[in-house]
T-cell receptor, first 116, second 112 residues
Framework: AQSVTQPDIHITVSEGASLELRCNYSYGATPYLFWYVQSPGQGLQLLLKYFSGDTLVQGIKGFEAEFKRSQSSFNLRKPSVHWSDAAEYFCAVGAFNSGGYQKVTFGTGTKLQVIP | NAGVTQTPKFQVLKTGQSMTLQCAQDMNHEYMSWYRQDPGMGLRLIHYSVGAGITDQGEVPNGYNVSRSTTEDFPLRLLSAAPSQTSVYFC???????????FGPGTRLTVT
């Protein structure tokens, strides 16, 4: 079974600073990887995804993530954080079960606080 | 195009009561799922459906029932509410098995 670890529960960065959120996964085959963002009181919104191909993927809102198979990681980055980026971020890994359904397992999330 | 809608937004139940959380999508997505979100635990899959008439259990199905009579609707039924079911519930849909999920705004349920 797949699993996802987000080691940082809470991160605080200054506005304009760079950001890296860590994500490590466990899965036997090539995974489908996702980053979602959740603003307070809202549902989750997809930031970016990796299925195959180029290991550096670009997403919405200026985010990018790099898939590193050797490290089983899929870290999320942004070069300059804006106050509106304050939210909770979830890494997720998808894997297909015997019935062909892609079961998505979510990490426990990282809450990002942005200070002026 | 409303996307994924959920009703109600908030609900308080007494232990032992039953209720149905509604979920609807207007994107003609085949795949729909129910998750619960608890502090420090991320999202956990309750039930999912790969099309009308087809449902299956996720990782935390006990105490919940689902059915899928149409492509658009995927209600979640709590049979006899327990305090352990206090949570935020999210419905999600996706176009295909490999595509990203679209989430509803959630239902915050409290069981006293």
């Amino acid at each position: 079974a797949q699993s996802v670890t987000q080691p940082d529960i809470h991160i605080t960065v200054s506005e304009g600073a760079s950001l890296e959120l860590r994500c490590n996964y466990s899965y036997g085959a090539t995974p489908y990887l996702f980053w979602y963002v959740q603003s307070p009181g809202q549902g989750l919104q997809l930031l970016l995804k990796y299925f195959s191909g180029d290991t550096l993927v670009q997403g919405i809102k200026g985010f990018e993530a790099e898939f590193k198979r050797s490290q089983s990681s899929f870290n999320l980055r942004k070069p300059s954080v804006h106050w509106s980026d304050a939210a909770e971020y979830f890494c997720a890994v998808g894997a297909f079960n015997s019935g062909g359904y892609q079961k998505v397992t979510f990490g426990t999330g990282t809450k990002l606080q942005v200070i002026p | 195009n409303a996307g994924v809608t959920q009703t109600p937004k908030f609900q308080v139940l007494k232990t032992g009561q039953s209720m149905t959380l509604q979920c609807a999508q207007d994107m003609n997505h085949e795949y729909m799922s129910w998750y619960r979100q608890d502090p420090g635990m991320g999202l956990r899959l309750i039930h999912y459906s790969v099309g009308a008439g087809i449902t299956d259990q996720g990782e935390v199905p006990n105490g919940y029932n689902v059915s899928r009579s149409t492509t658009e609707d995927f209600p979640l039924r709590l049979l006899s509410a327990a305090p352990s079911q206090t949570s935020v519930y999210f419905c999600a849909s996706s176009r295909d098995r490999v595509y990203e999920q679209y989430f509803g705004p959630g239902t915050r349920l409290t069981v006293t």
